[in-house]
């Protein structure tokens, strides 16, 4: 297995470990970008055929998009809101960071079991696709702020990147552009939706929009 | 051997000079000129003739301390592997010997603190025992990795086998290790980010407190005890980051001895350009420490 | 010609956005609205041909799924038109807590709206799978401003819950795009390109391991923007707090829409073999959905969210009826028909209601069928529809399923399915029997009733009786064509 790819899934681990365990907003974002900078390398380790320039043109859409475009977005979301740059969770840090360590064994665990190609790294990228998207729902699901919950569908995003890339090779470069656009519609969207809630109600805290419900209790 | 036996006589020797060494590196970087490199060991013989001052609520743990310090030192010094030769008791096993040992002298600085009876030692013995416990995770794990990447028990064992080809074949592993190394390594010295040894400030003490008691020669003792363990700790890092065997053991000493002024040197540019971390991120850091090593051990397995 | 089905909308809607007056706005929908209706109906008899190399094509499926999406729009769009006449004034007060807030700009209403029937018709005539999922999630991004009409904090909460479930949702839905991928790869298939048929026609190569893990997530990611229990949490929030038009848009055309994405990718596993997995899937949630939407329905106070739930309920009958298969196929597809007219019109009512009576709680509301005559007779007509009674087209179409459940003995499904519909009518009698007698409130005088606001329920409760008296008329052949691409009988 190539040193390059024994590098990114090690920066992975690390990216995601970051945002699990960090208490800042603005480490979450540099961690989200620097993850989309991988990403962006990631098709050359992995293919060793295909058209290059199809190739190029994904890793440049990824690294504008992922790598300079939505972390701008998030910071400016985070410098409009004008709130507390901590992030508030539910489950504390080292909690977070020892479910993660966990969670990065079962992903090991589970990759292991799906029928892969024989591929060396093939199952290492699997289980690294599946803790990452592990970090995105746990993010989602465990912090507070409407801020965490779209980084948390942004580092899901880029779970299911990699497994696009390792996997679904023949997906055509006009799909690929496509989903790189739709996630960026909807950050751009969730942005301004958070512009809005932080407008109304002077927080970004999704754990108090709970007017609407079912039962009042 | 005989190389061994210089190695340990440098040791003896040269310990107190690396403190001289980041002492002179920040105040270069404060724009002073400094205290005179050899200053430590002037202040060593100044406490070596001075008298000791016992209180009276202390016990014999109070009085047995700096003298355990002092030889729990040399008996690692024993063990520890520098340059790439063969310590002189090495032997399978000796890994947690040297961690154990360490530990046990991290025991009896503790409850010779609270044998002070002082409140203000027990504040820093609380925080010390945290935060070692915390190092000590990390410290382990990744001595560990270093035994499954070299398959030998011994420190002499994982130190004579680390090489650059090493280096080649596991290199992010080893770096992880490194870093892990390097936290748990600026921890267990008392130095910045985890505490400040100038500080006299009672809400940023750790180590510095728990000294705070002694006197005379004890304290000219805990001082040498302390220039050990850097020299002692520095090697075991260096030995994994710059694994230089070029075959003559006197010049794989010399590169050592190089290697740890550098690691002097890096020491004061840190303690220079950070500050101290919040009493509640140094847990994190410690933390982050042992996931690296973590991270680098299932790396390593998978 | 087929993408003008796309482009049409799509054009005109960012016109609308782009334009200032009231008119134009209202004007150029409309527009959209007839056009895409004429090409759809144009398309009945015409078939199109296929464009992009195969990756817009319209077969029976789709063209059901495109006819339903497209009337309900024109309905809506009709509606609209008074609707937006009435939000003119600005600002407006809120009822429930009484605070004053702005709406949505006209432009991006009325654009949005466009844009949204633009991604629907991506989602019915597209082929290949990645650009469904394009398709999809731009349906998402679409709807979003169209939920966050009245700019206030219920309505963005709403928004936000809606954003990012529906996000996350399709986002394993992508998922489900690679590891169908890579069930081709791994099948040494690798020339096979993502399209429906060819990938029903390679169907020995691919391989039924990652089939499968496709089709379950497939069914997890579109089955929640589908609604489908226990990945439904949206859908009440959303529903409540969004414009009545919109929701029944919605509840209408949406749901139908995402589960079109279920069944393309059923109709690949069913290829390789893999259907009863897929239908015993299917089967599962469709029962867990009827049950949760009985457990939510029962003592539910706002009658928005129990039409809400009933959407949760009949999404789970359609997946039930395909679930269960052979004769069901035909019951579930022709309940899509008539749960969208049925639904479609009872939130149009939904709106008149809250527009007269100012408050969305059932048990303020009496008297409807005094106060507004025919939104009553239609609200009562609409609770016989929707809780399937005779002689509407939904008892057809979930007798056809009970039928068929029983035909393939599957006594329990039978007993659960007969069982939470026999819990939902029960939950649904009070709210709806009580809003609709009783005497008017003294203090409210009987309103007028602009035609647009009871025409297009009108036309789609007349399409619901038609369809359960006569049956299904001009879709008999549709729905036969669209039941044999399901293999069904």
Redesign the interface.
């Known amino acids: 297995m190539n040193v390059w790819l024994s590098a990114f899934l090690i920066l992975m681990v690390l990216s995601n470990l970051a945002l699990l365990g960090s208490s800042r907003l603005g480490v979450c974002i540099r961690c989200v970008a620097f993850q989309g900078w991988l990403l962006a390398f990631l098709p050359f380790f992995v293919h060793t055929e295909g058209a290059v320039y199809r190739l190029l043109l994904i890793a440049l859409g990824t690294l504008v998009l992922k790598g300079f475009v939505f972390p701008a977005l998030l910071t400016r979301s985070m410098q409009e809101a004008d709130v507390r740059r901590e992030v508030e969770p539910f489950i504390g840090y080292s909690l977070s960071l020892l479910f993660g360590l966990v969670a990065w064994l079962g992903c090991h665990w589970i990759a292991a079991r799906f029928p892969l190609p024989t591929e060396p790294g093939m199952v290492l990228l699997l289980s690294e696709a599946l803790f990452t998207m592990y970090a995105g729902f746990f993010l989602i699901v465990s912090r507070k702020k409407a801020l965490t919950q779209v980084i948390g569908y942004l580092v899901l995003e880029n779970g299911i990147y990699i497994i696009g890339i390792t996997l679904a090779q023949n997906e055509p470069l006009l799909v690929e552009m496509g989903i790189l656009l739709d996630v960026f519609a909807a950050v751009f969207i969730m942005g301004i939706t958070m512009f809005h809630i932080n407008r109304e109600f002077d927080h970004i805290d999704t754990d108090r929009l709970s007017t609407l419900k079912d039962w009042d209790s | 051997m005989i190389l061994a036996l210089f190695s340990i006589l440098a040791a003896l020797l040269f310990a107190p000079f690396l403190f001289g060494v980041i002492n002179r590196t920040k105040a270069l970087f404060a724009g002073r000129t400094g205290q005179p490199l050899l200053q430590m060991y002037y202040d060593l013989y100044k406490l070596g003739n001075k008298g000791v001052v016992y209180s009276h609520t202390i016990s014999w743990v109070f009085r047995v301390y700096p003298v355990l310090a002092l030889a729990g030192m040399l008996l690692v010094l024993l063990l520890l592997p520098q340059g790439g030769h063969v310590a002189l008791l090495a032997g399978p096993g000796d890994l947690f010997a040297l961690a154990y040992i360490l530990a046990l002298v991290r025991f009896f600085n503790v409850i010779a603190a609270l044998d002070t009876g002082s409140s203000f030692e027990g504040m820093g013995a609380s925080r010390e025992v945290q935060f070692s416990a915390l190092a000590e995770i990390a410290f382990l794990l990744g001595l560990c990795t270093l035994a499954c990447v070299t398959g030998s028990y011994s420190l002499s064992g994982i130190y004579t086998q680390l090489s650059y080809s090493a280096w080649l074949a596991h290199?992010?592993v080893f770096l992880?290790i490194a870093i892990a190394f390097f936290i748990v390594f600026l921890a267990e010295n008392a130095r910045i980010p985890v505490d400040d040894p100038n500080t006299h400030l009672e809400l940023t003490m750790i180590h510095e407190v728990m000294i705070l008691d002694s006197s005379g020669p004890d304290l000219a003792f805990l001082h040498y005890a302390s220039a050990l363990k850097f020299w002692i700790l520095g090697s075991l890092l260096i030995g994994l980051l710059f694994p230089i065997h070029t075959g003559y053991g006197l010049i794989d000493v010399a590169f050592a001895w190089l290697g740890l002024l550098v690691l002097a040197v890096s020491v004061g540019i840190v303690e220079s350009i950070m500050a101290r971390l919040r009493l509640l991120r140094v847990?994190?850091l410690l933390?982050?420490a042992s996931?690296?090593s973590?991270?680098a051990l299932?790396?390593l397995l998978? | 010609m087929i993408s003008l089905l796309v482009l049409l909308p799509l054009v005109l809607g960012l016109l609308t956005m782009a334009s200032r007056h009231h008119r134009a706005h209202r004007g150029l929908l409309l527009l959209s609205a007839l056009a895409h209706n004429a090409l759809t109906l144009f398309f009945f008899f015409t078939p199109p041909s296929p464009a992009l190399e195969g990756w817009l094509a319209l077969d029976a499926l789709g063209l059901l799924f495109l006819s339903i999406t497209s009337f309900l729009f024109l309905m809506a769009t009709v509606y609209a038109i008074g609707y937006l006449k009435r939000e003119e004034q600005y600002p407006h007060q809120d009822f429930e807590e009484g605070f004053w807030f702005n709406s949505a700009p006209e432009a991006i209403f009325a654009g949005c709206l466009q844009i949204f029937l633009a991604a629907m018709s991506l989602v019915t005539i597209s082929r290949h799978f990645g650009l469904l999922w394009v398709a999809m999630e731009a349906t998402t991004l679409a709807s979003a401003p169209l939920i966050y009409y009245h700019r206030h904090h219920r309505s963005l909460e709403a928004t936000w819950k809606y954003l990012i479930i529906c996000s996350v949702g399709i986002a394993l839905a992508l998922l489900g795009n690679f590891f169908l991928s890579a069930a081709v790869t791994t099948g040494h298939a690798s020339h096979v390109p993502m399209l429906v048929d060819r990938l029903i026609q390679s169907h020995t190569q691919l391989d039924p391991r990652w089939l499968k893990l496709s089709f379950l997530f497939f069914l997890v990611g579109y089955g929640t923007k589908m609604g489908l229990a226990p990945l439904h949490t949206w859908l009440p929030d959303a529903h409540s707090e969004s414009p009545s038009l919109v929701s029944a848009l919605l509840s209408g055309a949406l749901l139908n829409c995402a589960f079109l994405g279920i069944l393309r990718a059923m109709q690949v596993c069913e290829s390789a073999g893999l259907g009863d997995f897929c239908r015993e899937l299917l089967l599962v949630f469709g029962l867990f959905s009827m049950l949760l939407a009985a457990v939510f329905i029962i003592g539910q106070t706002d009658y928005k969210r129990l039409l809400a739930y009933s959407s949760v309920e009949h999404m789970g009958i359609l997946a039930l009826g395909i679930g269960l298969g052979k004769g069901a196929v035909w019951g579930a597809l022709y309940h899509a028909v008539n749960h969208s007219c049925t639904k479609a019109m009872l939130f149009l009512l939904a709106g008149n209601i809250l527009a007269h009576y100012q408050t969305k709680l059932s048990k303020d509301i009496t008297g409807l069928v005094r106060v507004l005559p025919i939104t009553g007779v239609l609200w009562l007509a609409g609770f016989l529809a929707i809780t399937g009674s005779p002689p509407f087209g939904t008892f057809i179409s979930e007798f056809t399923i009970l039928q068929s459940a029983l035909h393939q003995e599957q006594y329990l499904v039978a007993l659960l399915y007969l069982l939470f519909l026999g819990v939902i009518f029960i939950g649904m009698v009070f709210p709806f029997l009580h809003m609709a007698q009783g005497a008017a409130d003294p203090k409210k005088h009987a309103a007028n009733e602009t035609w647009t606001a009871v025409l297009p329920p009108i036309a789609l409760g007349l399409a619901g009786l038609t369809f359960g008296l006569v049956g299904p008329m001009a879709l008999q052949q549709v729905l036969l064509q669209s039941v044999q691409i399901l293999g069904g009988q």
Do not use: D, E, N, W
């Open positions: 290199g992010a992880l847990p994190q933390v982050s996931v690296f973590f991270v299932i790396f998978r």
